[in-house]
């Protein structure tokens, strides 16, 4: 097996608080091959964002400490030195942010933008790199690309201002895009675009893609493999259909419950999970993360369970393996009655409140 | 499965033609009469008593408006809406005080719906006492008791805004809205910033009291998976205008509009093992255009795939074009009987 292009052991993050110590990533591993898409998938606060961003050093906090290894093509990230990183992000690595219109200077045009990009890292003449700023616009199917090239972000739409952000990614052909929710602003027919645009050019360039989002729709269009995450630690990883046709952790089951579909049948009640996501990683739970809010939980749920599981399919959950198609339908039966329950009797109290 | 027999056909809340146009600046040298954002253009509509009414589109469509316009947040540059057979829209400020009750609003962002520095059980009781004679013990109460229904423990109504999370801050302004026991609830975004299980929470309990109260909605959501699961009827709106308006699972299996067609088959979808696949994409050219200047004719012709002639002139109506199905078009994908006309490309979810 070839060596991938990206594998992160153990990488743990933390934030040193009055509080104490908040572990925001805790002992996250996976892997990414040359020209393959990853799905990383979990709410807000699960660390998604933040695992990536610590891997490019990225996160300025004095008081964050980042453990573990990353290895990028054999190189050490962990650790390296700023002036190193900063010839391998642009270049090597490249990352789209959720917002378009930040991650773009409102005051200089976007062809500054491309070429800024492109002559951060390499001596070409001013000439060379308008050039390929136009190539760059064109490519991410901007009409008329030499007129725009001296417009500002604010003349852009927002699905257009997002493939400008892009297209800076691409500016250098880097080995590894990582999308940090890159359709979440977009309305649903510019998110079809800026998915096609991800999907050719990954097939195109053979770029990698780190693909965070929060919608487990993009993700089963586009990852090949899919890590979940909860609580900063990975609760499942496995192939597109090994997580998405029969997924195995309980928070996969209401992540993929909870979502109402576009194109099914109606259901009355979404089977979603009672709770919320913790607030803050400093009241995390000793063993698995997502016990408080698990219908299954029990006592082996104090200590942490290990990812297990057949191949390269994992997860991190102590129910045994053949019973969990039966518990995944449990679930969301007992969830939906107790919940159905408790409304009938607070409206009935509610409407005698109204008579009185 | 949610039954289609719940709602009647007593109309609770009609819009007849509802413009609003805000006026905005020309350029420093502009001529000629002030230039004016079409937000809602000629909107009719019907609210079932009963009935979820789901209203998408995408942003800038004048979906948001249009909730003001119902709720008379707004006044309207023209048309009227009645509410149960009356006409409110040119009503008074203390003339609209009982609509004011029996229509309500839950908002998009639950973090700026709700005064910070008020608790927020003074904040559900505020319409409690704008409303009633009830003393304060009694109105706190009847918040416990609204607490209890959204799923909020009735120990937290001395607690700050901030100190609850996204979900619960919705619930609370759920509460807000049933305090006075509306009819109408009209809800614009009210899940949208909020995460996948939270969401999911939010809308189970939509379903729950709906069930239990009796409640109408009107559900305005720019998600196609979320509008598709809350609604018996659902209004398309672009540009300001109502394009197409059906029953749910009719809409979705077989769009009669060319833009519903297109923005159904740009929604991803879950593959799972169990669901429909995609159908084709039908990829939309250019960008919505700028509300300050619709294109003549159907709004919508400079990027529809089937547009002639006739769309670039005459602005189509929105008409019966099959069995409970009004389209605005003047060749709606749809045959008469309800079948797909030939030159529809989706299959849609068979």
Known sequence: ?356 | MRTSTRSGTEVLLRANDVVKHFPVRGGLWHRGPRPVVHAVDGVSLEVRRGETLGVVGESGCGKSTLGRCLTRLTDLTSGTVEFTGRDVSRLSRSALRPLRRDVQLVFQDPYSSLNPRRRVGEVVAEPLEIHTSATAAQNRARVAELFELVGLSAGHLDRFPHEFSGGQRQRVGIARALANNPRLIVADEPVSALDVSIQAQVLNLFADLQDELGLTYVFIAHDLGVVRHVSDRIAVMYLGEVVEVADADPLYDAPGHPYTEALLSAAPEIDDGTGDVAPERIVLTGDVPNPVDKPSGCAFHPRCPYAQDRCRTERPLLTLAAPGRLTACHYPLLTAAGDQAPHAVTAGAT
């Not at chain 1, 040359?34 to 998604?48: A, D, F, P, T």
């Not at chain 1, 890292?121 to 008329?144: F, N, S, T």
């Not at chain 1, 009797?345 to 008579?355: L, P």
């Open chain 1, 1 to 356: 097996m070839p060596e991938p292009l990206l594998e992160v052991t153990d990488l743990c993050v933390t934030f040193r608080s009055r509080r104490g110590a908040a572990r925001v990533v805790d002992r996250l591993s996976f892997d990414l091959g040359e020209g393959e898409v990853l799905g990383v998938v979990g709410e807000s606060g699960s660390g998604k964002s933040v695992s990536m961003m610590s891997l490019l050093g990225l996160i300025r906090d004095p008081n964050a400490s980042v453990e573990g290894s990353a290895r990028f093509r054999g190189r050490e990230l962990v650790g390296m030195a700023d002036a190193e990183l900063r010839d391998l992000r642009g270049r090597d690595i490249a990352m789209v942010f959720q917002d378009p219109m930040t991650s773009l200077t409102p005051v200089y045009t976007v062809g500054w933008h491309l070429t800024e990009a492109l002559r951060a890292h390499r001596r070409v003449p001013k000439a060379v790199a308008r050039r390929r700023a136009v190539e760059l616009l064109a490519e991410v199917g901007i009409p008329d690309p030499h007129r725009r090239l001296d417009d500002y972000p604010h003349q852009f739409s927002g699905g257009m201002r997002q493939r400008v952000v892009i297209a800076m990614g691409l500016a250098n052909n880097p080995a590894l895009l990582i999308a940090d929710e890159p359709t979440t602003a977009l309305d649903v027919t510019t998110q079809a675009q800026v998915l096609d645009l991800l999907r050719r050019l990954q097939r195109e360039h053979g770029s990698s893609i780190v693909l965070i989002t929060h919608d487990m729709a993009v993700v089963s269009q586009l990852a090949d493999r899919v890590l979940v995450m909860y609580g900063g630690r990975a609760v499942e990883k496995g192939t597109r259909r090994e997580v998405f046709h029969a997924p195995q952790h309980p928070y996969t089951w209401g992540l993929l419950g909870s979502v109402p579909r576009a194109r099914a049948a109606r259901v009355h009640r979404l089977a979603t999970i009672p709770g919320s996501p913790p607030a803050s990683a400093l009241d995390a739970p000793p063993g698995c993360p997502f016990a408080p809010r698990c219908v299954h939980v029990h006592e082996t749920c104090l200590q942490r369970p290990p990812l297990e599981g057949a191949g390269g399919h994992v997860d991190a959950c102590w129910l045994p393996r053949e019973d969990r198609a039966g518990l995944r339908r449990i679930t969301a039966e007992q969830v939906a009655e107790d919940e159905v329950a408790r409304v009938h009797d607070a409206a009935e109290t509610v409407e005698e409140g109204i008579d009185r």
